[in-house]
T-cell receptor, first 111, second 115 residues
Framework: TQLLEQSPQFLSIQEGENLTVYCNSS?????LQWYRQEPGEGPVLLVTVVTGGEVKKLKRLTFQFGDARKDSSLHITAAQPGDTGLYLCAGLVTRDDKIIFGKGTRLHILP | GAVVSQHPSWVICKSGTSVKIECRSL??????MFWYRQFPKQSLMLMATSNEGSKATYEQGVEKDKFLINHASLTLSTLTVTSAHPEDSSFYIC???????????FGSGTRLTVV
């Protein structure tokens, strides 16, 4: 069974600070995705990383895929209250063509 | 872009009754649909994978006789929670994948409350 460990599970920081969320696995994934989910809604895709070592930027969010394609990170610069939410990493299991999710990081940015 | 519609968005039912949740791909053909369950403060747990025209594949620990999945067309999959009990109360989310979308599109979820 392929598992994704996500840390931290909870994070509460002041507006303007930087933070990093980690997603780790002992298995190799063909791609990793990051989602953001608001209460009562489905997850919304932020980014997909496919190539080992790949770095993608989405405004103040920087996503990195590990060289071995087993881990990924999400870094937020100068966090804002609007960044508050649940962030989920998810890996694509090529064999079954399905996505499995990490446990998520609940982020709260204090104004 | 690819859009998935999930209905109803919320439902309350009595214990012992059955509830059907629909997941539709509005502008693409979904060869594969996935059903997830999410308990409060937790992540999404994959329940089953369904391919159009064939039986669903259930994850370990998910009762296939309780959670009936039908994927009769390329744009519609349904999840029926049979003989629902309060412990089945959860947020159910579907996801659809098609050969032309290149990604996985999620529905907006269904909040099921069994009383």
């Amino acid at each position: 069974t392929q598992l994704l460990e996500q840390s931290p599970q909870f994070l509460s920081i002041q507006e303007g600070e930087n933070l990093t969320v980690y997603c780790n696995s002992s298995s190799v994934f063909s791609s990793l995705q990051w989602y953001r989910q608001e209460p009562g809604e489905g997850p919304v895709l932020l980014v997909t990383v496919v190539t080992g070592g790949e770095v993608k930027k989405l405004k103040r969010l920087t996503f990195q895929f590990g060289d071995a394609r087993k881990d990924s990170s999400l870094h937020i610069t100068a966090a804002q209250p609007g960044d508050t939410g649940l962030y989920l990493c998810a890996g694509l299991v090529t064999r079954d063509d399905k996505i499995i999710f990490g446990k998520g990081t609940r982020l709260h940015i204090l104004p | 872009g690819a859009v998935v519609s999930q209905h109803p968005s919320w439902v309350i039912c009595k214990s012992g009754t059955s509830v059907k949740i629909e997941c539709r791909s509005l502008d693409f053909q979904a060869t594969t649909m996935f059903w997830y369950r999410q308990f409060p403060k937790q992540s999404l747990m994959l329940m089953a994978t369904s391919n159009e025209g064939s039986k669903a594949t259930y994850e370990q620990g998910v009762e296939k006789d309780k959670f009936l999945i039908n994927h009769a067309s390329l744009t519609l999959s349904t999840l029926t929670v049979t003989s629902a009990h309060p412990e089945d109360s959860s947020f159910y989310i579907c996801s659809a994948h098609g050969p032309l979308t290149g990604g996985y599109t999620f529905g907006s979820g269904t909040r099921l409350t069994v009383v």
